[in-house]
């Protein structure tokens, strides 16, 4: 009942230091939002090979979920630069996944070739290793690869919604006249 409570408040501290950095309470939901495809890859790839759900695999879900947010943090920082230098929401998201690509790709591959020593153990303590490495491996590879997807669409949601709230940023309004007048 503890880890829950604890969990919880990480997450909400989290939260409020993304609140923080991006300057809104809604952005954050299109990183935190996107972490729930990665944890249930995990959860199913440790299924789907045997293992259990012990504190090997949860110290390997808290890694998952750093790498992912990194992830998700890379795409909504570089759409939000966009945003702010006048394209327009879609244009930016689309911007921030295509340009944000490769450097996610690259590194969740090379931390998920990492991790075979520990899918493939053998031998004493081979038990902990295969849970830290398939929860990890499998909840990486199904969050980026669904992630790379979902993180401009939760983007584009909760930065239209912000928008509505607080109005469109100077930089899209001169861009939006400019394209009114032509």
């Given amino acids: 009942n503890q880890a829950a409570i604890i969990f919880a408040l990480s997450i909400v501290f989290v939260y409020f230091l993304l609140a923080a ?7 954050p939901f299109s990183i935190l939002l996107s972490l729930p495809l990665g944890v249930m890859g995990a959860y199913l790839t440790t299924q789907f090979t045997g293992l259990q759900n ?14 992912l947010a990194k992830n998700a943090i890379l795409i909504v920082e570089f759409a939000l630069q966009r945003r702010r230098q ?12 295509e340009s944000r690509l490769r450097p996610i790709l ?12 520990l899918v493939l153990a053998n ?11 398939t929860g990890a491996v499998g909840g990486l590879f199904v969050g980026t690869v669904f992630g ?10 909760f930065q239209w919604l912000q928008e509505k709230l607080t109005g469109v940023p100077e930089a899209a309004k001169e861009k939006i006249n400019i394209e009114e007048n032509n």
Avoid: C, K
């Fill in 86 to 97: 006048g394209e327009s929401i879609l244009d930016a998201a689309i911007d921030g996944a």
């Fill in 123 to 133: 031998g004493v303590g081979a038990a902990g290793n295969r849970s830290i490495g």
């Fill in 21 to 27: 950095q991006y300057e809104s309470y809604l952005i």
């Fill in 106 to 117: 690259m590194t969740s591959f090379a931390f998920i070739l990492g991790l075979m020593p």
């Fill in 148 to 157: 790379v997807f979902v993180i401009p669409i939760l983007f584009i949601l």
């Fill in 54 to 67: 012990n504190i090997y695999f949860q110290i390997a879900l808290i890694m998952l979920l750093g790498l």
